[in-house]
């Protein structure tokens, strides 16, 4: 399939972008038409984290006349091992800010266009109607069903990467031609079944992999070349070095893109959408969440409590609470955890940012240990409130 260039020609190049975009003009396929196509350009990239990194760097040195970058967070320290786009002396800055210079530095052509806050259902649809396309950096379920449920609802084409481990996928989402996330998943994974990245990791090179077919696809639609990533879903296993593609169909009944849809505007809640925790979790959590620093003085005061680490052994190597047991929240849910919990002292559960041990906290209720609670922000909290010569991650 081959579709139409989303955006019209510049009217011209200037001598200095003749010369920069010569390795570019001379392909007959992008040629002068194409690279005035790219000045003419206005894309989105949300998020300037790990696919954001390489996206936005190959983007603003492709020559897209303007880039737009959203993100609300700070640059930390564990993001360097991947977000390319940010440096050692970044750390502590506003990601949007340290990715905005970054871009200046690669191409001082480009109009970048901060967006320092966080997308939500307020701000969505005003920030993208000013864009011809999105790339979709984010690493969460409500944001990406956000950005889907905005794109489809303006009519726009998004580029969707994601990345786990040594995992990733790419596709081309366009209602008007094509599939919607919805239409390949329709509903958001139950909450806890998905681990994130800062879970379970991500070897930091997948990301300029998924990254840079991102920006291969954006190039594509916004010249017109090529056969663009839409139907189809690119799965890249970086461990047994494949990549392979499998076609995906536009669902008729799809609730935002179908033929009668159900979803016409934005939903109120995204997050509620997609459940942060289980309600179960939640349950279990409500009244019985300490603190970090709480849990430091029940140990001060030698309580008779005890901790357990919830997380995967890989994480409690990085950094523990000490006193904590390494029980995995598996073998919380497959019950095999219990009999390891002493009858006579209160369970204290924690995991790296109160996710996982609100999950586990269920269960542990459920059996029977009512005193059972759990520490709200986990490790994460321990470190910043307690003892922050300890290493985050
Ligand atoms: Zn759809």
Same mark, same amino acid.
């Given at each position: 399939?081959?579709?139409?260039?989303?955006?019209?020609?510049?009217?011209?190049?200037?001598?200095?972008?003749?010369?920069?975009?010569?390795?570019?003009?001379?392909?007959?396929?992008?040629?002068?038409?194409?690279?005035?196509?790219?000045?003419?350009?206005?894309?989105?990239?949300?998020?300037?984290?790990?696919?954001? =990194?390489?996206?936005?760097?190959?983007?603003?040195?492709?020559?897209?006349?303007?880039?737009?970058?959203?993100?609300?967070?700070?640059?930390?320290?564990?993001?360097?091992?991947?977000?390319?786009?940010?440096?050692?002396?970044?750390?502590?800055?506003?990601?949007?800010?340290?990715?905005?210079?970054?871009?200046?530095?690669?191409?001082?052509?480009?109009?970048?266009?901060?967006?320092?806050?966080?997308?939500?259902?307020?701000?969505?649809?005003?920030?993208? =109607?000013?864009?011809?396309?999105?790339?979709?950096?984010?690493?969460?379920? $409500?944001?990406?069903?956000?950005?889907?449920?905005?794109?489809?609802?303006?009519?726009?084409?998004?580029?969707?990467?994601?990345?786990?481990?040594?995992?990733?996928?790419?596709?081309?989402?366009?209602?008007?031609?094509?599939?919607?996330?919805?239409?390949?998943?329709?509903?958001?994974?139950?909450?806890?079944?998905?681990?994130?990245?800062?879970?379970?990791?991500?070897?930091? +090179?997948?990301?300029? =992999?998924?990254?840079?077919?991102? +920006?291969?696809?954006?190039?594509?639609?916004?010249?017109?070349?090529?056969?663009?990533?839409?139907?189809? !879903?690119?799965?890249?296993?970086?461990?047994?070095?494949?990549?392979?593609?499998?076609?995906?169909?536009?669902?008729?009944?799809?609730?935002?893109?179908?033929?009668?849809?159900?979803?016409?505007?934005?939903?109120?809640?995204?997050?509620?959408?997609?459940?942060?925790?289980?309600?179960?979790? $939640?349950?279990?959590?409500?009244?019985?969440?300490?603190? $970090?620093?709480?849990?430091?003085?029940?140990?001060?005061?030698?309580?008779?409590?005890?901790?357990?680490?919830?997380?995967?052994?890989?994480?409690?190597?990085?950094?523990?609470?000490?006193?904590?047991? !390494?029980?995995?929240?598996?073998?919380? !849910?497959?019950?095999?955890?219990?009999?390891?919990?002493?009858?006579?002292?209160?369970?204290? !559960?924690?995991?790296?940012?109160?996710?996982?041990?609100?999950?586990?906290?269920?269960?542990?209720?459920?059996?029977?240990?009512?005193?059972?609670?759990?520490?709200?922000?986990?490790?994460?909290?321990?470190?910043?409130?307690?003892?922050?010569?300890?290493?985050?991650?």
């Amino acid at each position: 399939m081959s579709l139409p260039p989303l955006v019209e020609p510049a009217a011209e190049l200037t001598v200095d972008e003749v010369r920069r975009y010569s390795r570019h003009l001379i392909i007959p396929d992008v040629g002068m038409a194409g690279q005035k196509r790219l000045k003419n350009a206005k894309v989105l990239c949300v998020g300037a984290g790990g696919l954001g =990194s390489p996206a936005l760097m190959y983007l603003a040195a492709a020559g897209v006349g303007t880039l737009g970058i959203i993100d609300f967070d700070v640059v930390d320290e564990s993001n360097l091992q991947r977000q390319i786009i940010h440096g050692q002396s970044d750390v502590g800055r506003l990601k949007a800010e340290s990715a905005a210079a970054s871009v200046r530095e690669i191409n001082p052509l480009v109009d970048v266009v901060i967006h320092n806050t966080a997308l939500t259902t307020e701000n969505v649809m005003e920030i993208f =109607s000013g864009y011809d396309l999105i790339v979709d950096g984010t690493d969460n379920f $409500a944001t990406r069903y956000m950005v889907n449920d905005a794109a489809v609802l303006l009519g726009k084409p998004y580029v969707w990467g994601s990345i786990y481990r040594f995992d990733g996928q790419a596709s081309v989402f366009w209602a008007e031609h094509g599939p919607c996330y919805r239409c390949l998943y329709p509903e958001p994974p139950p909450p806890g079944m998905v681990p994130s990245c800062a879970e379970g990791g991500v070897l930091g +090179v997948l990301c300029a =992999s998924i990254g840079s077919i991102q +920006v291969n696809e954006a190039i594509k639609l916004l010249t017109g070349i090529g056969d663009p990533l839409v139907g189809r !879903l690119m799965i890249y296993d970086a461990l047994e070095m494949k990549y392979r593609d499998v076609k995906v169909r536009k669902d008729p009944e799809c609730v935002l893109c179908g033929k009668n849809p159900s979803v016409t505007q934005l939903l109120d809640d995204y997050e509620a959408f997609c459940g942060a925790i289980s309600d179960e979790a $939640a349950q279990a959590a409500s009244g019985s969440t300490i603190t $970090a620093l709480e849990l430091k003085d029940m140990q001060d005061r030698g309580e008779n409590i005890f901790l357990v680490d919830v997380r995967e052994p890989n994480e409690y190597e990085i950094v523990s609470i000490p006193g904590a047991t !390494l029980i995995p929240k598996g073998e919380f !849910l497959n019950g095999s955890a219990l009999e390891k919990l002493p009858q006579d002292k209160k369970i204290v !559960l924690h995991c790296k940012s109160g996710a996982r041990s609100a999950e586990a906290l269920a269960v542990v209720k459920d059996a029977g240990f009512a005193d059972a609670v759990h520490v709200g922000g986990g490790v994460l909290s321990w470190v910043k409130s307690v003892d922050p010569s300890l290493p985050s991650y």
